[in-house]
């Protein structure tokens, strides 16, 4: 069965600081990976999402970046954190992009508090 | 621009009770419908997965059904249980927009 994990699960960081969250899924292969962020009293956000390696498609303009250097590893990062990059930051999957209509399955979630 | 609503944003019902909690979508070229449960601090779990094609899924107490036509969704819970408490978000997948938009989520107590 398919598997996806997040870390780390709780971070607090100075504003400047840099940021790194990693999510990995197992049990499946090329899947479309994504990165969501709810802000306190707001709804979910797409962050970036990835359809294959080294693919990155940005949904808005911001101060993180998104990478997947492997099949199933997708990475979320800052160089310098700012204030609003405070959320609940949450690592999603689904099938293969020939299968659109697919399910998506979430990962436990980070909860990021910048200072 | 697809924009997804869900209504009521909270409900507080006494255990036992039958629900329903709707969600609407302005944009009826959707790929599928997807409802999640989310606990506090924690992630999403999908609940069920309405393909375009679809009328309805059914698991255990829950039954959503999808009407593409008047771009509505509901969740219906049969026998509602203190543990169903959480919040419950719907998900419309869009060709077009190649992405899930969320609705907000409706806040649900089921009290003992």
């Known amino acids: 069965s398919q598997t996806i994990h997040q870390w780390p699960a709780t971070l607090v960081q100075p504003v400047g600081s840099p940021l790194s969250l990693e999510c990995t899924v197992e049990?499946?292969?090329?899947?479309?990976l994504y990165w969501y962020r709810q802000a306190a009293g707001r709804g979910l956000q797409l962050l970036f999402y990835s359809v294959g390696i080294g693919q990155i498609s940005s949904e808005v303009p911001q101060n993180l970046s998104a990478s997947r250097p492997q099949d199933r590893q997708f990475i979320l990062s800052s160089k310098k954190l700012l204030l609003s990059d405070s959320g609940f930051y949450l690592c999603?999957?689904?099938?293969?992009?020939?299968?659109?209509?697919?399910?998506?399955?979430f990962g436990e979630g980070s909860r990021l508090t910048v200072l | 621009k697809q924009e997804v609503t869900q209504i009521p944003a909270a409900l507080s019902v006494p255990e036992g009770e039958n629900l329903v909690l709707n969600c609407s979508f302005t944009d009826s070229a959707i790929y599928n419908l997807q409802w999640f449960r989310q606990d506090p601090g924690k992630g999403l779990t999908s609940l069920l997965l309405?393909?375009?094609?679809?009328r309805e899924q059914t698991s255990g107490r829950l039954n959503a059904s999808l009407d593409k036509s008047s771009g509505r969704s509901t969740l219906y819970i049969a026998a509602s249980q203190p543990g169903d408490s959480a919040t419950y978000l719907c998900a419309a997948f869009s060709g077009g927009y190649n992405k899930l938009i969320f609705g907000a989520g409706t806040r649900l107590a089921v009290h003992p």
């Open positions: 309405i393909q375009s094609s679809q």
């Open positions: 049990g499946t292969s090329n899947p479309n």
């Open positions: 999603a999957w689904s099938e293969e992009a020939g299968a659109m209509t697919g399910e998506l399955f």
